[in-house]
């Protein structure tokens, strides 16, 4: 039996959009509304379009499009498709997908990074059948990073805690509060602004590029409004020292940063703000948290830069997932060549040398690369 083409239809309505994305089985932040609003600012060009069969949802695909000089334009979908990856409805429209964002962009190549776990080679032989060829980078610098750690966040606090690495549960439970720690969950744009200071603080010393204050302002208007957005501020003794953002869509709640600035020796606050953190997704009604990239290889390795981020987070209970990898739909080959060219050589060096540059120009310079 042949079954119809579902019909692909452009979505500008936020309400519509993710109302539409959250009602497929995984739904992920950077294919929210908001989040195609914030790369807008940074010099993207959002396209979300729905596939529907018979008056059913049966996948999205939120692209953020730019034209690179020389190169032409390129397409992402961070996260995408969304759609039920066991069912064969969702993936039959993938290529009608891909075809519309290349009629309405030109777009060169269009890039998707599904958030399904790496072990289902079912995904990667469907992404083929609807014309996708299989990248084997670990990481393009411009991508969203496929080694995540997630936490489930439905047990009990008790279980939650039980699952942490002893030392942490100590810190949560019983050395915070003698060291002086406490903890305030926020939304105001002032707390949002001493996050901001203590990490341009924190990046000068370390050489990494820091996002303009107006990219922080824009995530606050974004998501605070609709209580999406929480600040967890550290004190120890009444001193800020530490400070967390988060974001929730859907189930899931979203650590995009934290810093710390120096602290007193052996004061917890580290560990006291992510159990404040956790507890407010599950507050909210979130199932996982997503704790952003591990930085480090897979598996792990001691030698890597970050892997004491990664030692953090996993004696926090976090488990390291490794996501299917990134998959290109191809549309003007030449030109392919050329931006992988680039992509795999010129990016590389242009990264290690923006962290020698000066705190001013990093800067900048993040908020035009992003």
Known sequence: MVLPMAEIHVIEDRDVWNAFITALPIADLRQSYEWGEIRRRQGWTPLRLAAVDRGKGIAGLAVVTRWLPGLGVVAYAPRGPMLDPDDSHGWEALPSLASAVHEMSGAVFLRVSPGVPGERTDVVRRLARAGFVELHDFWPLWNTPRNVMRLSVTGTEREL????????????????????VTTEVTTELSALREL????????AHQGYPVRDWGHFEALHAAFAPSDSLCVVLGRVHGTLVSALLGLRFGNVAHT??????????AAPVGDAIHWTWIRWAREVGCTDIDFGSSGTHVPPRPADT????????????????????YHDCVFQPARYRLARLVERQALPRAWRGLSRLPAGVRAMLSWRAA
Do not use: C, D
Request: hydrophobic content about 45%; aromatic content about 8%.
């Open 161 to 180: 805690l039980a699952g942490m690495a002893a030392k942490r549960r100590q810190h949560i439970v019983s050395s915070a509060a003698k060291k002086g």
């Open 196 to 203: 901001y200071t203590m990490l341009v603080v924190h990046a």
């Open 256 to 265: 995009l940063y934290a810093a710390t600035v120096e602290s007193p020796p």
């Open 306 to 325: 970050n892997f004491g981020i990664y030692r953090f987070k996993e004696e926090l209970g976090a488990r390291l997932l490794l996501n299917v990898g």
